[in-house]
């Protein structure tokens, strides 16, 4: 890809997509962890005009369809958990239901889970998987 279409976005006051690391390390790692428990990944990434949900995933078990926000912290202060505040569980919900319209009637289970992951400087990470940590609030 050239370069110069970048410049020109960045000289015009555009802006290109910055890139996070540690997010996109955090996303593999809870998309394995899901993997390994048996979860159906289904998309990762899913973009609307109402924002994005990290991971959609079936689980094995209930056959819920998981909408999924994942959320790497280099430490516990704060907790990632606590990341996902309610305008951002609202963002979430609306980006799910805007995927659910999809489905006929009736549309499969729903559940909002979080994965929490601290992940210190050379040290392997830690990762907590909040099953249906909201319901939506819209």
């Known amino acids: 890809m050239s370069l110069l279409p970048q410049w020109l976005a960045k ?25 390994n428990k048996g979860y159906r990944i289904i998309q990762r990434n899913f973009e609307c005009k109402f924002g994005e949900v ?3 995933a079936r689980d094995p078990n209930s056959k819920e369809l998981v909408f999924v926000e994942v959320k790497t912290r280099k430490d516990s202060d704060p907790e990632p958990e606590e990341q996902v505040n309610l305008d951002k569980q609202r963002q979430i919900a609306k980006v799910a ?11 499969p289970p729903v559940r909002f889970d979080i994965i929490a992951i601290i992940w210190p400087r050379n040290q392997n990470p830690i990762i907590r998987h909040h099953e249906d940590a909201f319901a939506s609030p819209i």
Request: net charge negative; proline share 10%; charged share 25%.
């Open 11 to 35: 000289f015009f006051g555009g802006s290109t997509p910055a890139v996070d690391p540690l997010g996109d390390r955090g996303e593999n790692v809870a998309a394995k962890e899901l993997r």
């Open 54 to 56: 990290d991971i959609i």
């Open 97 to 107: 239901e805007h995927y659910m319209a999809r489905f006929g009637t009736p549309p």
